[in-house]
């Protein structure tokens, strides 16, 4: 079992981040650091390992923030942009390291290979290019990451499947809207959870407050964090004083320590 595992949240924002451009709302013009969000992403760091779950457009933006030197691989959980567009900025890990392992479905790296072309490339290689070490991951086959048990967690984004991971007692979900009692099996018993909860309003392909809120009261870990947040779940410390005293809305550069 993973002992002192630190978890950064690199971003806890939606598909276009917080503020987003050109917006006048409230929450976008606020001036609580805790209302700036990135785009959704984690660092989980124990002894010497450093791993990412998804890289996003601000990846380079976040591992400059957190000084991150090393980088043992990447955990995506889809193809989506906001998880995925960050791959080429791996490159000084590269030029350092060697290949960055990434780990994920199939269809993912189906999807990495279309937009990143030159970053598989095997022939003719721009001798700028990074590469990776292609890791499959697939539903009810828990895999290795620097010596400790992943279980990935499959779930529905809308009608898109999604991988979360587990890894000890920790448990990380994002873009969730629904999930089959079976993986919540897999779920059950973590001290500390993160899931999305995008808003208040209902949303087709992502929790709103009030599901990822019945969502924790079902799955009852020690502490739930939400992430994956629009301005449109309203003010950061407003929201907050709502929670359960075991529930908080993480924020940006928050870390943790299971």
């Given at each position: 079992m993973i002992n002192n595992l630190s978890v950064t949240f690199l971003g806890t924002g939606t598909s276009q981040g917080i503020p987003i451009i050109g917006s006048t709302h409230p929450v976008c013009l606020s001036d609580n650091p805790k209302d700036k969000r990135l785009r959704v992403s984690v660092l989980l760091s124990w002894k010497e390992f450093n791993?990412?779950?998804?890289?996003?457009p601000d990846f380079r933006q976040q591992m400059l923030r957190h000084n991150v030197k090393h980088l043992d691989g990447?955990?995506?959980?889809?193809?989506?942009?906001?998880?995925?567009?960050?791959?080429?900025?791996?490159r000084p890990f590269f030029f350092r390291q060697g290949n960055?392992?990434?780990?994920?479905?199939?269809?993912?790296?189906?999807?990495?290979?279309?937009?990143f072309d030159y970053i598989f490339e095997e022939k003719n290689r721009y001798p700028g290019a990074p590469?990776?070490?292609?890791?499959?991951?697939?539903?009810?086959?828990?895999?290795?990451i620097g010596?400790?048990?992943?279980?990935?967690?499959?779930?529905?984004?809308n009608k898109l499947q999604v991988f979360g991971y587990r890894v000890g007692d920790f448990t990380y979900?994002?873009?969730?809207?629904?999930?089959?009692?079976?993986?919540l099996e897999k779920i059950k018993g973590s001290k500390v959870i993160v899931v999305n909860a995008l808003r208040i309003?209902?949303?087709?392909?992502?929790?709103?407050?009030d599901e990822a809120l019945a969502f924790i009261k079902e799955v009852n870990p020690e502490k739930a964090y939400f992430t994956h947040i629009s301005h449109l779940l309203g003010f950061h410390d407003e929201?907050?004083?709502?929670?359960?005293?075991?529930v908080h809305l993480a924020y940006d550069n928050l870390t943790i320590t299971i």
């Open positions: 791993y990412v779950i998804d890289c996003g990447i955990l995506y959980t889809h193809e989506h942009s906001d998880h995925t567009a960050g791959l080429d900025d791996i960055i392992p990434i780990y994920a479905h199939k269809r993912v790296v189906k999807s990495l290979i279309k937009r590469s990776v070490d292609i890791n499959f991951v697939e539903n009810n086959e828990p895999f290795l010596n400790e048990i992943v279980t990935p967690i499959n779930v529905l984004h979900l994002t873009d969730v809207k629904s999930i089959d009692p079976i993986e309003e209902p949303h087709i392909s992502h929790f709103n407050l929201v907050e004083k709502m929670l359960p005293n075991n």
